[in-house]
């Protein structure tokens, strides 16, 4: 139970706690179900990045993950990857410069 808090705490930046009741209840119940911790884990991963950055982000949260569509969000296929495009993400271009000026002082 403290590990799949710990893990959503970490993945997630949240800060729950492993000893409320409701979030206790809701990990109880997906475990009775016979879902293993590393499906508890596997949905934090999957749901972390698919609404982190997203306005989706405020429903990372044990009532919401480990709720009635838990089974749904487990068997989902990873949504497409956000391409980040920003400056420093773009693959940097080389040039041997010396070779540059040689061409263009010889038009």
């Given amino acids: 139970m403290k590990i799949v808090i710990d893990y959503l705490n970490e993945k997630c930046g949240t800060k ?11 990990i ?3 475990l009775k179900e016979k879902y293993t911790v590393d499906d508890l884990k596997l949905v934090i991963r999957k749901k972390c990045d698919d609404w982190i950055g997203t306005e989706m982000e405020k429903f990372l949260r044990p009532k919401t993950l480990f709720g009635d569509n838990f089974e749904g969000y487990l068997n989902e296929r990873s949504g497409k990857k956000k391409s980040k495009n920003r400056f420093n993400n773009f693959h940097q271009r080389e040039y041997d410069f010396e070779d540059l000026e040689k061409k263009m002082l010889n038009r």
């Fill in 16 to 26: 729950y706690r492993y000893t409320n009741k409701s979030t206790i209840e809701y």
């Fill in 28 to 30: 109880n119940d997906r």
